[in-house]
């Protein structure tokens, strides 16, 4: 009885609805340090999300991913990163809660530079996943639970490598290992988690179209436990998939959501997804995935001295730069044609 009546206080004190929200690779590219470099000697990175600060900080919870160091100066570009402190600011103030840090460029500038970003985004009070310093504390730390209006969700973050560096003993990286996953997952069941948020760093870039091993991995993925599986390190838009288990459980799949701000500069690769996803409870109180949203951001290039570069949603017109402009509707229609014929059950733009 007592059970009971603990249920249905639940279910009419809970949350009716959360959305969590996720974006593609923050890079940074020589480009975009030059552009942010202020006349004191500072790095700027703030108006880079002036047209969608506010769009981000809506969400309950946005999770984005940070491929670059933050390994301190000399700052460096592509192929080995070193990015501004004021870059992991500006994006938490932008609204982004959860910051992802194993990918391929995470040993860019070796251990010290892995060290130094997590001391960084500590000092900012940002969350992270994917990378620990000292190896010791990456049981402890390689699930992280948020409480977002009243859903435990657990996220966990791996890559399928680093560019050939190796690193010492004294850090560690989470690898795509299906059975550390695994591990993983039961290990957030067992602290009460709900949903299960894995977040890879996996594919071959400039493809638009998953391969069969992303496929495969995600499905074993999904079988372990996980809700939702959201991709990431192509630089290009793959398509979105949900599906139900067995259960009728759903579950989701993002094989890439692309660049979310970089230099790149094809046109595929100047943008990426944004994927909202909505969370919400049945009659008894149980989280399920409501939906999921394709959205599509772009990156305008500065075309003047002193201007930043800036992420905008690709469905709105660039009224103040006509190549920028003709270069969003060619990315967001090429993107759009993809998503539109190879999203399953979510939405496309």
């Known amino acids: 009885m007592i059970g009971l009546l603990v249920s249905l206080a639940w279910l009419l004190c809970a949350p009716e609805e959360a959305e969590l929200l996720f974006v593609g690779d923050a890079m940074m590219h ?84 892995l060290q130094r970003t ?44 680093t560019n050939g560096i190796r690193h010492g003993a004294a850090v560690a990286v989470d690898p795509i290992d299906v059975s550390l996953i695994e591990a993983d997952i039961a290990r957030a069941r067992s602290r009460g988690v709900e949903l299960v948020a894995v977040c890879i760093h996996w594919g071959v870039e400039y493809r638009m179209l998953p391969e069969q091993s992303q496929r495969d991995t995600g499905s074993r993925i999904h079988r372990a436990g996980a809700d939702m599986v959201i991709g990431s390190h192509p630089h290009v838009i793959q398509p979105a998939e949900m599906a139900a288990d067995s259960a009728g459980r759903r579950h989701l799949t993002v094989y890439s959501l692309g660049n979310f701000l970089s230099a790149m500069r094809t046109p595929d690769t100047r943008g990426g997804a944004a994927v909202s996803v909505t969370l919400r409870r049945d009659r008894l109180g149980r989280p399920y995935i409501d939906r999921a949203e394709s959205h599509l951001l772009f990156t305008v290039t500065p075309s003047r001295p002193g201007e930043p570069f800036r992420v905008v949603r690709a469905d709105r017109p660039i009224h103040d730069d006509q190549e920028a402009e003709e270069q969003r509707i060619e990315f967001a229609r090429r993107a759009a044609e993809i998503l539109r014929q190879h999203n399953k059950n979510v939405k496309a733009p």
């Open 30 to 113: 020589q480009r975009q340090i030059d552009a942010a470099l202020q006349p004191d000697g500072t790095h700027s990175f703030d108006a880079c999300f002036d047209s969608i600060r506010r769009w981000v900080s809506e969400a309950d919870y946005a999770v984005v991913n940070l491929e670059a160091p933050l390994g301190g100066e000399p700052y460096t570009g592509y192929p080995m990163f070193s990015a501004p402190d004021s870059y992991a600011q500006a994006l938490r103030d932008a609204g982004f809660d959860l910051t992802l840090t194993a990918n391929n460029h995470c040993l860019d500038r070796r251990d010290r530079g």
């Open 118 to 161: 997590i001391a960084v985004l500590d000092s900012l009070a940002m969350p992270h996943i994917g990378t620990y310093s000292p190896a010791s504390v990456r049981d402890s730390l390689a699930l992280h639970i948020a409480d977002v209006n009243g859903f435990r969700i657990g996220f966990l973050n791996y890559t399928y490598g």
